[in-house]
Structure formats: C-alpha cells, structure tokens
C-alpha cells in the first residue's frame, strides 16, 4: 500500500469510501492485497461510526447507477 492510497482511504468519508467500492472497475488495486485488506477495514470502521441509518443514506443517495 502506498502512502497516497493510505491518505485517500484514511481521508475518505464512509460515503466516498462506499461510492468507490460500488463502482470500481475490476482489477482497481485499491481492493487487492494490503491495500484491500486495509480499505475492507476502513470502510466496517466508518459504516460502525456513522450508524445504520446515515450508512443506509449514503447508499441510497450513491444508488447503483453510475
């Protein structure tokens, strides 16, 4: 994991952090090894802080169509 992708993941809100999740394209190297492991983490810790409900926001506000 480079120091870049580590800023961008600690940076990121929950919703920011779903929104890439949702939409990346196969292969992105954000989900891949270390860096995967550590985004995975990332986006549990983030959903837990915010709560079931602003995390259900997010994710209809994001939807499924790019």
């Known amino acids: 994991m480079t120091e ?4 961008w993941i600690d940076g990121a809100t929950y919703g920011q952090l779903l929104r890439r999740w949702r939409f990346a394209p196969v292969g992105d190297p954000f989900f891949q090894g270390d860096t995967g492991d550590y985004y995975a ?3 549990r810790r983030k959903k837990e802080e915010v709560g079931d409900d602003a995390a259900v926001s997010a994710s209809k506000s994001i939807g499924w169509d790019k």
């Open 41 to 43: 983490e990332a986006l």
């Open 4 to 7: 870049d992708q580590k800023r």
